[in-house]
């Protein structure tokens, strides 16, 4: 939605001070672009919400959200610490200039290259989410002659009320171990030698709706932890929800805070926020190629399409969409589709559109988050640059360009 990163001059639609159409006739469509303004912004509204709360939380972003490196030198350099789901993203948070001992890597089907990778570099914490996976880090750490600190994730066998897709804590899920099969891992810590076992783990989905699901996860975690003295460290995720639709009614960062402070009392406090850091602080803007009538339905035909932000056709997942230059006209209700050839490739089912004509520019809101991540060559197609606002609001950059042709071809043989 509509914020103070992204917002209209008269009719002109502006990223901070930074007109978007300038920003277009020097790199065209589609273009994704962030405000690093906001991005801070949203960090420090996380950090001192749960300051404020009484919880000295140590803020690690989630970089599967938007891996860009110029997003997480700037959080990095405004004191947040990493969250890692992949060797991958260890690696892009090192090359940002991310202290080792400040990652947390995360994720329930870690290889050994990936694990070995992660304690060569001397990253801080392994969520383990299986037994095997602890034998495992053990044997590692032993023939790397180190003590390696971990958490074990908890699956509290909550269902939380999110998309389907996206919750994790459910009894069904991949995710985490059951509290009976971390009670016996933990009183069998002498079994680890190579182990330091500091902390619980729980996350049970992106998108919260319901601060007590959260509270009742944490506390399963709390409790759990509270008979293994050796527990001093409660991870709690992320889940932090973002408005996606106007009117969208959901708790503030303060409500989660302030519900958990009782709950994490005594205890050191990891969080692992990215779509509430990320997700409105970017846009993603594609241009009008075709306006098409066929039967009872209009299309509008963009050049961006589910190879550029595939949470519609994946999730179902609503985008509120703007145009870059408002102008009057007539209002045609359409399909808003893009040019891949799957059917699915449509970004909104029906939508009204103002005055719209080939050529004009469109706006997809709160796509920072998930978006040029999950971002493919699918039709053989170059995925698209991704422009920075500075944190001064007045300056922009390319942070990555536009592949080419060639690239889509470069590590074939």
């Given at each position: 939605?509509?914020n103070?990163a992204f917002?209209?001059r008269?009719?002109?639609?502006y990223?901070?001070?930074v007109r978007?159409?300038?920003?277009?006739?020097?790199?065209?469509?589609?273009?994704?672009i962030?405000?690093l303004?906001?991005?801070?912004?949203n960090?420090?509204?996380?950090?001192?919400?749960?300051f404020?709360?009484?919880?000295?939380a140590?803020v690690?972003?989630?970089a599967?959200?938007?891996?860009?490196?110029?997003?997480?030198?700037t959080?990095?350099a405004?004191?947040?610490?990493?969250?890692?789901?992949?060797?991958?993203?260890?690696?892009?948070?090192l090359q940002?200039?991310?202290?080792?001992?400040?990652?947390?890597?995360?994720g329930?089907?870690?290889t050994v290259?990936e694990?070995?990778?992660?304690?060569e570099q001397g990253?801080?914490?392994?969520?383990g989410e299986?037994?095997e996976?602890?034998?495992?880090?053990?044997h590692?750490?032993?023939?790397l002659?180190i003590?390696q600190q971990?958490?074990?994730?908890?699956n509290?066998?909550?269902?939380a009320k999110t998309?389907?897709?996206?919750?994790t804590?459910?009894g069904?899920?991949k995710?985490g171990?059951s509290?009976?099969?971390?009670?016996?891992?933990?009183?069998?810590?002498?079994d680890?030698?190579?182990l330091?076992f500091d902390?619980?783990?729980?996350h049970i989905?992106?998108?919260?709706?319901d601060?007590?699901?959260?509270?009742?996860?944490v506390?399963?975690?709390r409790?759990?932890?509270?008979?293994?003295?050796?527990?001093?460290?409660?991870?709690i995720?992320?889940?932090?929800p973002?408005?996606y639709?106007?009117?969208e009614t959901?708790p503030d960062?303060?409500?989660?805070a302030e519900?958990?402070?009782?709950?994490?009392a005594g205890y050191q406090?990891?969080?692992e926020?990215?779509r509430?850091?990320?997700?409105?602080?970017?846009?993603?803007?594609?241009?009008?190629q075709?306006?098409?009538?066929q039967?009872?339905?209009?299309?509008?035909i963009?050049?961006a399409?589910?190879?550029?932000?595939?949470?519609?056709?994946?999730?179902?997942?609503?985008?509120?969409?703007?145009p870059v230059?408002?102008?009057?006209?007539?209002?045609?209700h359409a399909?808003?589709v893009?040019?891949?050839?799957e059917?699915?490739?449509v970004f909104?089912?029906r939508?009204a559109l103002?005055?719209?004509?080939r050529?004009?520019?469109?706006?997809?809101?709160?796509?920072?988050a998930y978006g040029?991540?999950m971002a493919?060559?699918?039709n053989a197609?170059?995925r698209?640059?991704?422009?920075?606002?500075?944190?001064?609001?007045e300056?922009?950059?390319?942070?990555?360009?536009?592949?080419?042709w060639?690239?889509?071809?470069?590590?074939?043989?």
């Amino acid at each position: 939605m509509l914020n103070d990163a992204f917002h209209y001059r008269t009719d002109s639609l502006y990223a901070d001070s930074v007109r978007v159409n300038s920003i277009l006739q020097s790199v065209g469509t589609p273009v994704y672009i962030y405000s690093l303004k906001r991005i801070l912004t949203n960090y420090y509204t996380i950090r001192d919400a749960f300051f404020g709360a009484g919880i000295h939380a140590h803020v690690h972003y989630s970089a599967k959200a938007n891996a860009n490196l110029a997003i997480l030198r700037t959080l990095i350099a405004a004191g947040a610490q990493i969250d890692a789901v992949s060797g991958g993203e260890i690696y892009r948070a090192l090359q940002a200039g991310a202290s080792p001992k400040s990652l947390v890597f995360a994720g329930v089907g870690k290889t050994v290259s990936e694990l070995r990778y992660a304690m060569e570099q001397g990253v801080g914490w392994i969520n383990g989410e299986n037994i095997e996976e602890f034998s495992l880090i053990d044997h590692l750490a032993g023939t790397l002659g180190i003590r390696q600190q971990v958490s074990l994730r908890l699956n509290p066998n909550i269902a939380a009320k999110t998309l389907p897709h996206i919750a994790t804590g459910h009894g069904g899920a991949k995710f985490g171990l059951s509290a009976d099969a971390i009670s016996r891992i933990l009183s069998r810590a002498a079994d680890y030698p190579h182990l330091i076992f500091d902390g619980i783990h729980v996350h049970i989905g992106s998108q919260l709706h319901d601060v007590t699901e959260t509270v009742q996860a944490v506390q399963l975690a709390r409790d759990l932890a509270a008979e293994f003295p050796i527990i001093q460290t409660l991870d709690i995720g992320g889940g932090i929800p973002v408005a996606y639709s106007p009117g969208e009614t959901l708790p503030d960062v303060r409500d989660f805070a302030e519900a958990l402070a009782p709950v994490v009392a005594g205890y050191q406090v990891l969080l692992e926020p990215g779509r509430r850091i990320v997700a409105d602080a970017g846009i993603l803007v594609t241009e009008v190629q075709y306006i098409k009538h066929q039967g009872d339905e209009s299309f509008v035909i963009v050049d961006a399409g589910m190879t550029e932000l595939i949470r519609p056709m994946l999730y179902n997942a609503h985008h509120e969409v703007t145009p870059v230059e408002r102008k009057p006209g007539s209002i045609l209700h359409a399909q808003l589709v893009g040019p891949v050839c799957e059917s699915t490739d449509v970004f909104a089912q029906r939508i009204a559109l103002q005055g719209v004509e080939r050529g004009d520019a469109l706006a997809l809101l709160t796509a920072g988050a998930y978006g040029m991540v999950m971002a493919s060559n699918y039709n053989a197609r170059p995925r698209p640059p991704e422009v920075v606002i500075h944190p001064n609001g007045e300056t922009w950059s390319v942070a990555r360009r536009r592949e080419t042709w060639a690239d889509l071809t470069a590590l074939e043989e």
